[in-house]
């Protein structure tokens, strides 16, 4: 990000956003068996770790939101010089729970 931030133009913050918004539906092309039909934003984020990920090592080591309505807090961020980075998922629209 460091590099791609300049050129862009554009915070490094933003760079990284607009990366996993142009990565995701490419993994759900890949990796979407994984996804338990019925989950929504919140499932995905609570078990990608130990849904995707594990099985994404295993096969390569080293290696949307769907339409859900979502708002998005980060009140603690590494790239603002904070010790880690603290997020919070709410739903919210028709998709609220």
Do not use: N
């Not at 915070?11 to 990796?31: D, Q, R, T």
């Not at 919140?42 to 995707?52: F, N, Q």
């Not at 994404?56 to 979502?70: K, L, N, S």
């Amino acid at each position: 990000m460091g590099a791609a931030s300049p050129l862009m133009g554009k915070p490094a913050a933003e760079v990284m956003e607009a990366f996993g918004e142009a990565l995701v539906p490419g993994l759900l092309k890949v990796y979407g068996r994984m996804v338990k039909k019925g989950w929504r934003t919140l499932e995905v984020l609570e078990h990608t770790e130990s849904a995707i990920h594990t099985v994404v090592r295993r096969q390569t080591p080293g290696a949307a939101h769907f339409r859900d309505e979502i708002e998005l807090q980060e009140p603690q961020c590494m790239l603002k010089g904070d010790r880690q980075c603290r997020i919070s998922v709410r739903l919210s629209g028709s998709g609220a729970l």
